[in-house]
């Protein structure tokens, strides 16, 4: 269990490496995070510890610890993760449980859309919807692994420059609730959700980036 200055310091270099402040392929050490955060270095080898396990940094012989690189197999493997944590809570949401929810799910939605769709806040609303739908399905580890998966989303979508033929605007997000409380099988439950995480994104597929 990571001590609470480790929680908070672990939080305080997310934020920093979604934002572009700690970049992708930089070299960083334990004293010299603990310099630039005014901790010991106990707690930022602690939190070094955990990033690299959650996929944010790499061992590298005879050079350290670097922030990884960003590559189209991350970002692809990623929303393959994505897909399946989120498709799969899909069928166990499905009816009854999303129906209780719908008013406020509804509300979100519209917030969601509504975001300009320009910087971390609004990329953190829309990944907080869908934490919302995840969590639906009652499993705290399916809630966790999203979590963890859409950190790595968030750092590679903010570090990652996307070509400007192949940027789509944000699937309707109202509209999606809508589908999936028509939705008349998991199955299709399932299906709405797949489609609407891989919108505008099947180019990952294909090895365009």
Known sequence: ??????????????????????????IINRRQIAAEYNVSVTPVLEVMTMLELEGFLEILP????QIKLITQQTITGNFILRDSVES??????FG??????????LDFAEKVNA??????KDWELEIAFHHELVSLAGY????????????????????????????????DHVQLVKNLLNAESAEQAEKTIRDHVWYGKTYLLTGQI
């Open 140 to 171: 705290p580890i399916l809630t966790d692994t999203y979590d963890r998966i859409m950190r790595l989303y968030l750092f590679h979508g903010m570090n990652q420059l996307i070509p400007g033929y192949l940027k789509t605007s944000r699937d």
């Open 96 to 105: 009854e449980k999303i129906g209780k929810k719908i008013d406020s799910l």
């Open 115 to 120: 975001a300009p769709e320009e910087n971390l």
């Open 62 to 65: 005879r050079k350290g610890t």
């Open 1 to 26: 269990m990571p001590s609470a200055l480790a929680e908070k310091l672990h939080g305080l270099l997310l934020q920093d490496l979604s934002s572009g402040k700690l970049p992708p392929g930089l």
């Open 88 to 93: 799969k809570a899909a069928r166990i949401y």
